[in-house]
């Protein structure tokens, strides 16, 4: 599997304020997820990013608020913008393995947001 | 009503016991089955894919059943180590989307 990491591991941070999170895979991979996992909940798909082209959103979803960048293979930004307390989650990005036809998913470690 | 259904539990057993966790799904185009685990305060791993046929790793047993849309994760030998969040996962019709369902919280106690 690949090795993923996510910075940073945690924030607190102002309502209104942004903050973007960082994905780095050890490995070039086509496609990079973004998911939230709200307190006590399981996982949502935020997006899609796609290298060369602007990330697919998921329904719900929305570019102005969860703006995702994807300069290349092996790395993927995700900034959530004008915070409010109800984006307080762990987001999580994963990847699909690399050399295997099954679309399992791989996981970061994810990043902690609390907003006040 | 969800996609992927899961009860929620929690599931408290002793050690030794047989838990057995049940899932349902509604995309009946759906084509990948995976079990993850979850522990508190950490990112889902997997744990096992589903297949039509069944599949067995160790005390793990996984069954896919595509007529009734259910998925099985039956857990022999419950180990302390096996407490987690087990989370049911289904890829959707758009190929790489997984869909996760809630997740089945399982605690074994000594």
């Known amino acids: 599997s690949a090795v993923i990491s996510q910075k940073p591991s945690r924030d607190i941070c102002q309502r209104g304020t942004s903050l973007t999170i960082q994905c780095q895979v050890d490995?070039?991979?086509?496609?990079m997820f973004w998911y939230r996992q709200q307190p006590g909940q399981s996982l949502t798909l935020i997006a899609t990013?796609?290298?060369?082209?602007?990330?697919?959103?998921e329904s719900g979803f929305v570019i102005d608020k969860f703006p995702i960048s994807r300069p290349n293979l092996t790395f993927s930004t995700l900034t959530v913008s004008n915070m409010s307390p109800e984006d307080s989650s762990i987001y999580l990005c994963?990847?699909?393995?690399?050399?295997?036809?099954?679309?399992?998913?791989?996981f970061g470690p994810g990043t902690r947001l609390t907003v006040l | 009503r969800k996609e992927v259904e899961q009860d929620p539990g929690p599931f408290n057993v002793p050690e030794g016991a047989t838990v057995a966790f049940n899932c349902t799904y509604s995309?009946?185009?759906?084509?990948?089955f995976f079990w993850y685990r979850q522990d508190c305060r950490k990112e889902p791993k997997l744990l096992m894919s589903v297949y039509s046929s069944g599949n067995e790793d160790g005390r793990f047993t996984a069954q896919l059943n595509r007529a009734s849309q259910y998925i099985s994760l039956l857990i022999r030998d419950s180990k302390l180590s096996d407490s987690a969040t087990y989370l049911c996962v289904v890829n959707s019709r758009y190929g790489n989307k997984l869909v996760f369902g809630a997740g089945t919280i399982l605690r074994v106690k000594s």
């Open positions: 490995s070039q991979v086509t496609m």
């Open positions: 990013a796609n290298q060369g082209s602007e990330a697919t959103y």
């Open positions: 995309n009946s185009a759906s084509q990948s």
């Open positions: 994963s990847v699909p393995p690399r050399d295997r036809l099954a679309n399992e998913q791989f």
